[in-house]
Each structure stands twice: as structure tokens, then as C-alpha cells.
């Protein structure tokens, strides 16, 4: 089987949304302490992280009590590298995805904005529409591949993040999908277990298993 680390690393000149992660040395051994020791200082939604219903519903499912079984199983790339702007209802359709429950948006993020250190001023993101035809569908896990789902245009309203965390849907953001051809997959994503969060970086990777 082939594995796929969709996993962005972490490190304190990464891509983030505000803050970037701290690292502070506790103890080492070129200081003659018996190990090495670092204290990380970092948000819920640093790296590749899931958005849990309670980010944005007060008293809606928080990330440590996420049902697995969408977290984990069969999940489809979706090709979305053409999309310009916003992703659309057709734009989904015609990339296969009616009927499949768990969905990673490659776009031409992965390639671009992704990679860069700093918040671009603008990317690929889905159409409040489209979020809510993904509902429609079925679909319990949806992914793409920068810092959020959300449209430029609407990182005040939150458009998006409304209607699919307001139905339970599940959000994985800052999917690394640039070496990962669109198809089939076996997806694992492990949110740490932060009790009542709303949301967790996870490690998060896909699996390409031998015919």
C-alpha cells in the first residue's frame, strides 16, 4: 500500500491564522539535564486540524467526542484544481463527489497559497450553496487544502462554516493534497483529544492500498 502524509508540519514560521506556535526549551541535554524537554505553545486550529460543530454552534458536538467513523474510512479527492473562486454546486458534481461520505477539496491551493508562509490575499474556498448541497448529500467529513473552507469574500460571515457545522458536518482544513493524485482513498484523521474543544490539529493521512 502507498501512504500520503497530507499533514502540514509544525513549527513556529509555519502558515497560521494569527498567533504562530512558540516552542520553549525546558530541559536539555547540552544544558546537562537528563533529557530533552519543549513546551508548545499553539491554537486548536494550528496546522492541519479539524473544525468540530462547536466552533461555531454553542453546545454542538466538541472535537473529543467526534464519531471515528467519519474521521476515518473511505474518502475520495476530489479534482477542483480548474476552480477559480468560489467551488460551486456543478463544480462538485462534475468532480464525482454526489454520494461519497467522506471528501478532501484539492484545489490549486495545495500548490500555491499553501506553501507560502503568510495568509494570501486570496484562495480557493467553497460557496455557501455548495456547503449545503455536500449536506444534502450526505457527505460527513469534508476537507480542503489551505487554512479554512471559507471563501475569501466571507471570513466576516462565515458563510460556510455556518451551514456545515450547524448541521454536524465535519471540517478538516490545511490538507496537504499537493503530491496526492485525485481518487480513491482510505482516510485516517486523529484530531488530538482536547476535552470540549472546538476544534484540534491532527495527524492526518491517506492510504492508496495494492489492487
Known amino acids: 500500500m502507498e ?3 497530507i499533514t502540514l508540519p509544525i513549527h513556529p514560521e509555519m502558515l497560521h491564522w494569527g498567533r504562530k506556535p512558540e516552542v520553549e526549551v525546558v530541559e536539555s541535554l547540552a ?6 524537554v519543549t513546551r508548545w505553545r ?19 458536538t466538541p ?3 467526534l464519531d471515528l467513523h467519519s474521521l476515518v474510512g473511505p474518502a475520495l479527492v476530489a ?12 463544480d462538485l458534481a462534475a468532480a464525482g463527489v454526489a454520494g461519497q461520505k467522506r471528501v478532501l477539496l484539492k484545489t490549486s491551493n495545495s500548490a500555491g497559497p499553501l506553501k507560502e ?3 494570501a490575499p486570496s484562495w480557493v474556498g467553497l460557496s455557501p450553496s455548495a456547503a449545503q448541497w455536500l449536506i444534502d448529500q450526505r457527505v460527513e467529513l469534508i476537507g480542503i487544502d489551505y487554512l479554512t ?9 462565515w458563510d460556510a462554516h455556518h451551514v456545515l457545522l450547524g448541521a454536524g458536518l465535519i471540517i478538516l482544513e490545511n490538507a496537504d493534497l499537493d503530491g496526492v493524485p485525485p481518487g480513491a ?18 495527524r492526518a493521512i491517506l492510504i492508496k492500498r495494492d489492487a
Open 79 to 90: 479534482d477542483l484544481t480548474a476552480v477559480t473562486g468560489d467551488i460551486t454546486v456543478d
Open 42 to 60: 499553539l491554537g486548536a486550529h494550528t496546522g492541519t486540524h479539524v473544525d468540530a460543530p462547536a466552533h461555531f454552534v454553542d453546545g454542538a
Open 149 to 157: 473552507i471559507e471563501s475569501h469574500t466571507r471570513t466576516e460571515t
Open 117 to 119: 508562509p503568510d495568509r
Open 3 to 5: 501512504i500520503f502524509d
Open 185 to 202: 482513498y482510505e482516510l485516517v484523521c486523529l484530531p488530538a483529544k482536547l476535552v470540549d474543544a472546538d476544534g484540534s490539529f491532527a
Open 31 to 36: 544544558n546537562g539535564d537528563a533529557s530533552n
Open 63 to 65: 472535537v473529543d467526542k
